[in-house]
């Protein structure tokens, strides 16, 4: 057996050591529950002691994240338990990139950056492609995502309109006995555009925005026929549309035009019996060089902490049925 092996880190002050260990000391006790080596922390030092690669590793950690802290980042508990991941292959250096770069600004002025390396190599796609598809779990950031590089693209007048669009298939419910005209009926569909828009833009741009005709939001139905020149179009829950809505809607790409598709291919609420046109079009697409398939994985989650667990916990329900 090895030796114990003990390495320190020094505090600037009282308030890093806060900041690290989170309130009451919760990040502190989560990484201590992932870790056989010994944290402790005594005045102005943090203490990690065990197996010498154990403590390399831990060590490493809060390297990291003190010099996060430094940079003035307030770390959320998500943040902690995605270094903990990184921290198991060596990566957790991989934050500090994550950090640096603000992809844009919520209409508050708060930063908004990527969180996972998932979510980097999804944001270099959408830059450096015309088509890119982000596939992937709920709470990915795949549609919000989008949103914000989409309004960047319209401010920057890399593009003149952003057309954003789902196709209106029911999870279980039914739309025809909804009240209502048609925009009243499909308004429901389209909220998570609308959520995204008003934490980019605020309530009042996207109001102005779509009364100009810079924003559209429609059903994925109001598509056909069009060619969409000069925009940024975003499909969202593209696993509900049918192969023959999926290639209608990947040929309105006109020129100077990005389009993002987004979707879960968990989640899909077609008639039994009827393929999903983002399951096709993923396989039948997956060898054209201009096109990006972004994949993103559980790590990549970035709600509550319990829905990585849930979706986790679903898809090995589905392996075991399998």
């Known amino acids: 057996m090895s030796q114990p092996y003990t390495a ?4 600037l002050n009282a308030a890093e050591g806060l900041a690290v260990f989170g309130p009451q000391d919760k990040f502190l006790r989560l990484i201590q529950s992932r870790t056989d080596a ?18 390399e590793k831990y060590r490493q950690l809060f390297e990291v994240l003190l010099e996060l802290v430094r940079n003035n980042i307030v770390l959320s508990e998500r943040d902690i338990m995605y270094a903990l991941e990184l921290a198991q292959e060596w990566k957790t250096e991989e934050l500090l990139d994550l950090f640096k770069g603000e992809i844009a600004t919520t209409y508050r002025g ?10 980097r190599h999804y944001v270099s796609t959408i830059n450096k ?13 795949k549609t919000y995502l989008a949103v ?10 890399a593009v003149k309109r952003i057309v954003l669009t789902r196709p209106a298939v029911e999870a279980g419910e039914n739309l025809g006995f909804l009240p209502g005209d048609l925009q009243e009926k499909v308004d429901p569909y389209l909220r998570p555009l609308y959520d995204a828009l008003y934490d980019v833009m605020g309530p009042d741009q996207t109001a102005k925005a779509l009364e100009r005709g810079l924003i559209e939001i429609a059903p994925l139905a109001y598509m056909r026929g069009r060619t969409l020149d000069d925009a940024f179009i975003i499909l969202d829950e593209a696993q509900n549309t049918t192969p023959e809505q999926m290639k209608m809607f990947l040929t309105r790409l006109g020129f100077g035009s990005k389009m993002v598709i987004t979707g879960d291919v968990t989640q899909i609420d077609l008639p039994r019996g009827n393929s999903s046109g983002l399951v096709e ?20 989650v970035v709600r509550h902490s319990l829905v990585q667990k849930i979706i986790m916990a679903y898809q090995k329900e589905s392996e075991n049925q399998e």
């Open 148 to 157: 914000v590089l989409a309004v960047a693209a319209l401010k920057e007048s």
């Open 281 to 300: 079009s993923a396989r039948i697409l997956k060898d054209i060089e201009e096109i990006g398939m972004v994949h993103f994985a559980e790590q990549d």
């Open 110 to 119: 708060k930063p908004i950056r990527v969180k996972t390396i998932g979510q």
């Open 38 to 55: 010994k944290l402790t922390s005594r005045e102005a030092e943090i203490a990690i002691a065990g197996e010498m690669e154990e403590v």
């Open 8 to 11: 320190k880190l020094a505090l």
């Open 129 to 141: 492609k015309d088509i890119v598809f982000g596939i992937g779990p709920a709470g990915t950031g």
